[in-house]
């Protein structure tokens, strides 16, 4: 099946340094990806949609100068948590389709990033 | 909007014993439903994808159904194992291209 991985898995900060996180679709062409973030006990919630070439997509509440996506080819897209503060800090989940796989609308998920902002 | 809920929010049970999980969302017109596993700090695992003109599917110990006009779907999972233990989360996109809603959880403890 297509592969989802992420970089890095784990990554502690001091509060106002920026991180960059690295999506990448290992064995197919992803025109768009997801970001996916999720705080303790909660449930995985839709940041922004990442599509390659144009500008992304931000969900409500969402600061897209904060959280900085580029999809600057068809197998990687970058989120980048700029200024990064304590309440920043949580679980970023990227995903994919795979738009070659006819018949199926399967998600492909990466195994995630935790982020800690000291 | 569309809001999944998934009941119950914690589930402990005994090794062997067949169980039921809850979905159910808000808006009937979905593309499919997905049911998802998430061990506690990692990634999620597709378990199964019933797409919208299905009523189930099966893999293995586990059968999700699928009732498109009540808003509902169910996990079953027979024969339960402790390594069954986990978090399932339910999704569904609006459509193909959309991204997914998730509900927030069952998170089953199989005891041995």
């Known amino acids: 099946g297509a592969v989802v991985s992420q970089h890095p898995s784990r990554v502690i900060c001091k509060s106002g340094t920026s991180v960059k996180i690295e999506c990448r679709s290992l064995d197919f062409q992803a025109t768009t990806m997801f970001w996916y973030r999720q705080f303790p006990k909660q449930s995985l919630m839709l940041m922004a949609t990442?599509?390659?070439?144009?500008?992304?997509?931000?969900e409500q509440g969402v600061e897209k100068d904060k959280f900085l996506i580029n999809h600057a080819s068809l197998t990687l897209s970058t989120l980048t948590v700029t200024s990064a503060h304590p309440e920043d800090s949580s679980f970023y989940i990227c995903?994919?389709?795979?738009?070659?796989?006819?018949?199926?609308?399967?998600?492909?998920f990466g195994p995630g990033t935790r982020l800690t902002v000291l | 909007k569309q809001e999944v809920t998934q009941i119950p929010a914690a589930l402990s049970v005994p090794e062997g014993e067949n169980l039921v999980l809850n979905c159910s969302f808000t808006?009937?017109?979905?593309?499919?439903l997905q049911w998802f596993r998430q061990d506690p700090g990692k990634g999620l695992t597709s378990l199964l994808l019933?797409?919208?003109?299905?009523r189930e599917q099966t893999s293995g110990r586990l059968n999700a159904s699928l009732d498109k006009s009540s808003g509902r779907s169910t996990l079953y999972i027979a024969a339960s194992q402790p390594g069954d233990s986990a978090t399932y989360l339910c999704a569904v996109p609006n459509s193909g291209n959309t991204p997914l809603v998730f509900g927030k959880g069952t998170r089953l403890s199989v005891i041995a």
């Open positions: 019933i797409q919208s003109s299905q």
């Open positions: 990442s599509n390659e070439g144009s500008k992304a997509t931000y």
């Open positions: 995903s994919a389709r795979d738009p070659l796989l006819a018949g199926t609308d399967t998600q492909y």
């Open positions: 808006d009937s017109a979905i593309y499919n």
